[in-house]
T-cell receptor, first 117, second 115 residues
């Protein structure tokens, strides 16, 4: 079974509007971390935001926020006030456990976001 | 300082040849990761280094794949007797933190094409 599911292969948004990119996850580990990365056409992976499973509040980083619904096992990324430079692939990833030697990230297949002027 | 660097940026090789891919992590980052990204796919974990040791090699697809890290810095991923299915972008990442977010910082990748 997929551990990270991103159900939207492609999304469009109008410049300056907000957009939500979906991510659901599957784990039996009570301790885990969720990440969102952006991959522009240049290919480099850029870290955006992190949410720990024990964090009480939803993570926010500038225009990025994470809508974390633990009971539903979802960690959707919200991008506010979209900009043309936000056009890219967006990946959701999970790390099970608190760290130590268990540190690999498990990745979804990504969502391609296009921002229209 | 500088980010994660990888070389070469592109590599075209013939089936059956060996290739070496290099990763230079961010200075001071103790953890180093190798991932593979095939066309239209998410990232596939290959191996993780903490210092010079590799606590997790679970993602290496076959014994043709090996990796080493020396001096707690540069890492080399070696693929022996390359096959066409090895064609992918190989991404290296490093991180400084051990617990918590421990976000990984990625290099630009090496695009490997096996003909």
């Amino acid at each position: 079974a997929q551990k990270i599911t991103q159900t939207q292969p492609g999304m469009f948004v109008q410049e300056k509007e907000a957009v939500t990119l979906d991510c659901t996850y599957d784990t039996s580990d009570p301790s885990y971390g969720l990440f969102w990365y952006k991959q522009p056409s240049s290919g480099e992976m850029i870290f955006l935001i992190y949410q720990g499973s024990y964090d009480q509040q939803n993570a926010t980083e500038g225009r990025y926020s994470l809508n974390f619904q633990k009971a539903r096992k979802s960690a959707n990324l919200v991008i506010s006030a979209s900009q043309l430079g936000d056009s890219a692939m967006y990946f959701c990833a999970m790390r099970e456990g608190q760290g130590g030697n268990n540190r690999k990230l498990i990745w979804g297949l990504g969502t391609s976001l296009a921002v229209n002027p | 300082g500088a980010g994660v660097s990888q070389s070469p940026s592109n590599k075209v090789t013939e089936k059956g040849k060996d290739v070496e891919l290099r990763c230079d992590p961010i200075s001071g980052h103790t953890a180093l990761y190798w991932y593979r990204q095939s066309l239209g796919q998410g990232l596939e974990f290959l191996i993780y280094f903490q210092g010079n040791s590799a606590p997790d090699k679970s993602g290496l697809p076959s014994d043709r794949f090996s990796a080493e890290r020396t001096g707690g810095s540069v890492s080399t991923l070696t693929i022996q007797r390359t096959q066409q299915e090895d064609s992918a972008v190989y991404l290296c990442a490093s991180s400084q933190k051990v617990f918590g977010s421990a976000e990984q910082y990625f290099g630009p990748g090496t695009r490997l094409t096996v003909t």
